[in-house]
């Protein structure tokens, strides 16, 4: 590894650590943890080396957020009607919780009092004035995207939409911008827009072990479309009612509308690659807040296992409902190409014909599509 990597890696170790609220000064980090990388004490997790002692607070941090933070949410948003603004997480002051609330002065401090009743496990809260509801926020999202088709034939071409709960904000990406556009969606929808330009990316991957034979199939680890040999990754496997059906679960994008599409794992350039299953067209479902495939497949193909730094390093044990996620909750992906984690920015994120997504700053590239989040 070259000198000029090895500083490169560094430096984003730093960056993660701050991210997660850790001690980040370089003399720490290089004395205390990568001087002891190949001790014990040295986990490698979340995409960067820390103390057990670290990682056991991160834990501890994660686990009652993810019990306590969606408490806040169900009492805010049935105690405080049109005027919540949303919460989010900032891990990197150690967990502090920010509660956004329309015209805050007025609120009862018995509200303010039990919110931090509720969160003094995990740490901090703090409040924000806001000038719109997480519902009216929301509720033009929702317009925009509707809107869509007409836009464009106006000429304004609306590529994504997200509501950004800590600005408070609407932001859209437009394709090619102009003032003249930007005005007429204001005038449209109101003054809480902001805008970008939305170009295309392309980033070049690289062959991992995860594109090597797997059966039965684990999380994050390559698929192909026999059809048009298009890359993906496996989520997890499900069954249907009765337990008699069994499928792979991937991305809906990685379906193309034929009637029938086989998969493979790995892919067809593997002398020994298997058929996994297909999947039917009514059984792929790329729009609203859908974007997920069921593959067909026989109970013996499927596990509950995901492929991380190396096989069945991790095991699915119990999901989320979506009301429970928040802005700040870690978030990792396991994909053919990427194993990162960060944290969710928004919870309300709209692209092409998706919406209500939600957002992370982690980094997944082609061929991640489907992976194990």
């Known amino acids: 590894m070259t000198k000029t990597r090895v500083k490169y890696l560094f430096y984003i170790w730093i960056l993660k ?7 980040s000064k370089e003399s720490y980090v290089k004395e205390t943890v990568l001087s002891k990388i190949n001790s014990e004490n040295i986990v490698n997790e979340y995409g960067f080396y820390l103390t057990k002692n670290e990682h056991h607070q991160l834990q501890e941090r994660f686990k009652k957020q993810d019990e306590i933070v969606p408490e806040v949410k169900s009492y ?4 405080s009607a049109g005027s919540f603004a949303g919460v989010f997480v900032e891990q990197s002051e150690k967990g502090t919780l ?50 869509r088709v007409v836009l464009k034939k106006q000429g304004i071409n609306v590529l994504t939409i997200r509501t950004v709960t800590k600005e408070n904000i609407i932001e859209v990406g437009l394709e090619n911008p102009t003032k003249d556009k930007k005005g007429k969606l204001e005038d449209e929808y109101g003054d809480m827009l902001r805008f970008h330009q939305v ?57 193309n509308s034929y009637d029938t599409e086989n998969f493979i794992q790995p892919g067809d350039e593997d002398p020994n690659a298997y058929y996994i ?76 014909n998706l919406y209500d997504l939600n957002l992370a700053d982690y980094q997944a590239i082609d061929g991640d599509s489907g992976g194990t989040p």
């Open 17 to 23: 650590r701050q991210k997660f609220g850790l001690n």
């Open 76 to 79: 805010l948003k049935n105690n």
């Open 98 to 147: 920010y509660v956004g609330l329309k015209k805050l002065s007025k609120k009862p401090k018995a509200l303010k009092d039990r919110i931090r009743t509720i969160y003094k496990e995990v740490g901090t809260v703090k409040f924000y004035d806001a000038n719109y509801s997480l519902e009216n926020l929301n509720k033009i999202h929702k317009n925009i995207f509707d809107d």
């Open 199 to 255: 170009d295309a990316e392309t980033i070049k991957s690289s062959d991992e072990a995860k594109n090597d034979v797997f059966d039965p199939v684990q999380g994050g680890v390559k698929i192909e479309n026999d059809e048009d040999d298009g890359d993906c990754s496996a989520g997890f496997s499900a069954y249907g009612d009765g337990g008699s059906d069994w499928y792979i679960v991937t991305a809906g994008h990685c379906y």
């Open 277 to 352: 299953g297909g999947i039917l067209n009514s059984n792929a479902i790329t729009s609203g807040n859908v974007d997920a495939a069921l593959i067909s497949t026989s109970e013996n193909h499927t596990s509950n296992y995901v492929y991380e730094d190396y096989s069945r390093e991790e095991s699915l044990t119990s999901y989320q409902r979506e009301s429970d996620d928040y802005i700040g909750q870690v978030a990792c992906v396991s994909g053919y190409h990427s194993d990162n984690c960060g944290t969710i920015t928004d919870t309300y994120y709209s692209k092409g």
